[in-house]
C-alpha cells in the first residue's frame, strides 16, 4: 500500500522547535521531487522546502529561509523538516508530497498540525 504518512507535529511556544517527519510505505523516493506544503486556516496552501528530481538540494520559502532545514534518509526512506526559531505564522497543517515530473505520481500525506502559541 502507497502511504506518505508525517508525523512530529504539536504545540510549542514562539522560539521553540519541532521536527516533522515523512515516511514512505510502497514506493521510495527516488525520482520523485519532494516537498514540504503548509497551510494555514483561511489561507491557501504555500510551498516551503521543494527537492527537484535528481537534486539534493533543497529550496526554501522566504518566510522560513534559515529556520527550517529538510533532510532525508534514504535507508529509512524518510524526510525530515528541522523547524526552528518558530513564529506564531508558522501555524499551520504541515504536509508531505511526492511527484513524479508530470504529476503521474502525486502522492500526499494526511498532514500534521503545528501550533506555535504561548
Known amino acids: 500500500q502507497v502511504q506518505l504518512v508525517e508525523s512530529g507535529g504539536g504545540l510549542v511556544q514562539p522560539g521553540g522547535s519541532l521536527r516533522l517527519s515523512c515516511a514512505a510505505s510502497?514506493?521510495?523516493?527516488?525520482?520523485?521531487?519532494l516537498s514540504w506544503y503548509r497551510q494555514a486556516p483561511g489561507k491557501e496552501r504555500e510551498l516551503v522546502a521543494h527537492?527537484?528530481?535528481?537534486?539534493?538540494?533543497?529550496t526554501y520559502a522566504d518566510s522560513v529561509k534559515g529556520r527550517f532545514a529538510n533532510s532525508r534518509d534514504n535507508a529509512k526512506n524518510t524526510m525530515y523538516l528541522q523547524m526552528n526559531s518558530l513564529k506564531p505564522e508558522d501555524t499551520a497543517v504541515y504536509y508531505c508530497?511526492?511527484?513524479?515530473?508530470?504529476?503521474?505520481?502525486?502522492?500526499w500525506g494526511q498532514g500534521t498540525q503545528v501550533t506555535i502559541s504561548s
Open positions: 527537492i527537484s528530481i535528481g537534486s539534493d538540494r533543497t
Open positions: 508530497n511526492a511527484r513524479s515530473q508530470f504529476g503521474r505520481i502525486d502522492y
Open positions: 510502497g514506493f521510495t523516493f527516488s525520482g520523485l521531487a
